[in-house]
């Protein structure tokens, strides 16, 4: 069986079978998206229609003149085995099979019967029951919802696995909203040939993909991606959520599906021994695989907080202390630096309290002295836009200090409407922002993590 | 020296001392917020001033014809004893002073001769160095900042006693955006008289308190804090984050507010034994009050979860034990019910999988079964919208079930601008809604928690 998965996220040209003009089916709205969005030729397969978005219809994928790498099924599960044979034929290299009603519902021989086929054509398979693939650079995009229903993500370096659909789409969902980027999304519902560990493995060779992030209810071969993952931590971050960690959540992961999400301790281990980056929040996997992607790996861990605001750094203090890291102890050379340009009531020490009147120029100077400071490993940065005397323009100074990528940095910051709007600027500057000072040490703490698992 | 505190929120004359003509001041600022907002009368003092905003200007407090209850100082902090005198000899109850330049740069000295002067005339002092207070009913603004920066919130249930200023203005700014409602809003900076525990015997006695949250680097008089907290908790949640947990913030600490933080051990055992809920995340202090604001109070710890996607149900559940909470088993006459209603794959059990082809009609049914479940004690509802089949009336439905305050309810969703929108119409309905299982599980938690204490 072929090893390579680039068929389906780079194929020439792709068969899009069960292809709808009725705007209501799914068949319509996956064809629609390769119409609109994708690179090469795109063929509409169903045998009731002769043209569909202007595209000549064929009856099956064997009628399809040109060369086709993908097709993705979008049909009543007992009709794939045909088109599986057909696919042979043809020659197709990859199927993304989004249709449900097999092992979930107890179809397993249909299952076997399927693999059968694709192993005797050497045909690599996604799914069946899953949501495929979703490909900011080359645009195959098999989501059955409308982006007006489900946004999709710009392109960026996160690239995201997931076992379970409905997490899958509201992740991406989400993204698109906070502005952060994705390389690649997959969706491989039951699995039964591409499987988790093979796509950590492509993953770790698409250079487009920086930091993986992974929702795993439970793998059948734990050994093997204990080795796959062992692997690519040295190249790129893996960040993991694990849904069945009680016994409890164990016993939902196997009505859901029907995955063996085993003993929680085993994988706790597991993640640990092979360097995966376990989290527990399934929106801060996100905002962290965006900090990994977007900031340089911290030396050590000792953190300068800057703040012009005393609570702020005050919070900050505790949650970077919480958090196991090192609060830093900047330079003299760097406290007679910033002594030069704040008042005599700014206090110089970490937290570096700038004071509530602090404009962009002393965000400026301080940025600038910690960024070449040798005892400053990582910078939490505090940014009340509120007070009266913070210029919006402080973003421009921020954004230009993280471009330089001198030291890893987060900012903390939060509020209504004015705040929202320049935070979202930091975001697109990769700036990485966090609305709670927990939440941010929590960030870097990811990063020193990591910094340690690649060194070692 | 006069116990009440109403003057500061519900004052029959104010006078701003300070008050300026140039929009960039903040003796504007806080005149212009009372010009425009204020129900009752309000004087702007200030002796090279003959009329601010159209309104006669006085040359000082003594010589306004009207009587005034409470004075808002905005003035150097040397000017400020004479004032007080005035205000004697005028008769105000309360005096808010915004200005800084006081014990927090080492003039103790003007502390004690302003606090000599207010005891002498029974008047009751705010600060100095602080924000003051922003009270959504009678509408007293002492925030300094304009709107467009600062966002207001809408009249609600919630009060926030601040330590900090800065803490207090991001967080009103956020709840602002949030759409979140609160009563009165206190930043009580140096408090050289009145300080966190009269405030909260104040909130107490407030019938539109419902809960408090506050903010607390450090307190002068532990005991008597713990003997108000224990009073208060059986009417009414306080929520409380500290401030310099760690040796370090404790550190922190002190350079801000001049606070001893003292031992966090010591904190931790007071707030136990007191009743108060502490929390460690910002923002999730202001949704868990809106959830004890919103929501009926549990019976018990017996939580059931309702989802339209597996992925997200075991999440849910691995959330729910890990909070120590149980997993509700529905009733039979529950089950009856519901299955009734889904079809045969649908997963009837806790959490109870309404399967992502879910429309509301299952919401429904299943909402009305689990409210007159004596087995259920609180609810914990996943929306995702993104699905094909559910539709977006499903918001009607679940406000609709809320509003008969049957059983306690967090919703959790997630997504980008569609869900957003409906997420925002669920919280305008009195719905609690979270992003992430983990955080609606804290959430409930919060209110198992207070049931207990409001109990004991």
Known sequence: MQKDLKAFFEPEGVAIVGASREPN??????FKNFVDNFKGPVYPVNPNAAVILKKICYPDVTEIPKPVDLAVLAIPAKQIPKVMEDCVKKKVKGVIIISAGFSEIGSRDLEEKILHIAKKGEIRIIGPNCLGVYDTFSKVDTLFLPATKLGRPKAGGISFISQSGAVGSVVLDYLATEGLGISKFISYGNAIDANEIDLLE?????????VICFYLEGTKDGRRMMEAARKIVKKKPILVLKGGRTKEGTHAVHSHTGSLAGDDAIYETAFKQSGMLRIENLMDMFTFADALATQPIPEGDRVQIVTNGGGFGVLATDAVVKEGLSLAQMSEKSKKKIK??????????NPLDLIGDADMKRYEAALEALGNDSNVDAI????????????????????GFASKNLKPMVVCSGGGEYAQKLMKELKEGSVPVFDSPDVAAKALKCLVDYSRIKKS
């Open 340 to 349: 030069g340009v704040v008042p005599q009531y700014a206090i110089i020490g």
């Open 25 to 30: 089916k799914i068949g319509y709205c996956i």
């Open 380 to 399: 939490l940065c505090i940014l009340l836009f509120q007070t009266v005397s913070l210029q919006p323009e402080v973003v421009r100074v921020v954004r």
């Open 202 to 210: 492509y993953l770790n060779e698409d250079d487009s993909t920086k």
